[in-house]
């Protein structure tokens, strides 16, 4: 059902917790199944230089957050901003039909991380350049 790399981001999950005083954090959730996903970025000069999450949820949603934080540790804002929750999907070998839509949120909760990151250092001006595409479909909320 899972991939090696899902049981192994689910089993070992990189980067989770919490960072404290974050730049920015996001959290989204899908009330269908109750999976909640919270990220928390620091960045430095543009570029992320920490990222931590933590996830309510089942196997595929832990294993999204983790490889996310995997994905985007080091890179700029614009790259960050880029990754979709496919390409995260992608990137652990796949994920069941029945899992794309409830536990693959973790680039909707970066993205929202990325977004209060902005908003918070007065650059608002620029979400809708860096983050073409936030999410619509499911219930979220930038803290």
């Known amino acids: 059902m899972y991939t090696d790399l899902v049981m192994d981001h689910f ?3 990189r980067n989770v917790g919490e960072i404290e005083d974050a730049d920015g954090v996001g959290q989204i959730g899908n009330p269908v199944c109750g999976d909640v996903m919270r990220i928390s970025i620091d960045v430095d000069d543009d570029r992320i230089a920490d990222v931590k999450f933590k996830t309510f949820g089942c196997g595929a949603a832990v294993a999204t957050s983790s490889m996310v ?3 985007v540790k ?3 804002l614009a790259a960050a901003a880029a990754i979709s929750n496919k390409a995260v999907a992608e990137a652990l070998g796949g994920l069941p ?3 794309m839509h409830c536990s693959n949120l973790a680039a909707d909760a970066l993205h929202l991380a990325i977004q209060d990151y902005l908003i918070k250092a007065g650059r608002e001006a620029e979400v809708p350049q860096i983050l073409k595409a936030l999410p619509k479909a499911h219930e979220h909320s930038s803290l």
């Open 69 to 71: 934080t995997e994905m």
């Open 11 to 13: 089993s070992n999950p």
């Open 97 to 99: 039909p029945n899992k």
């Open 74 to 76: 080091g890179q700029t």
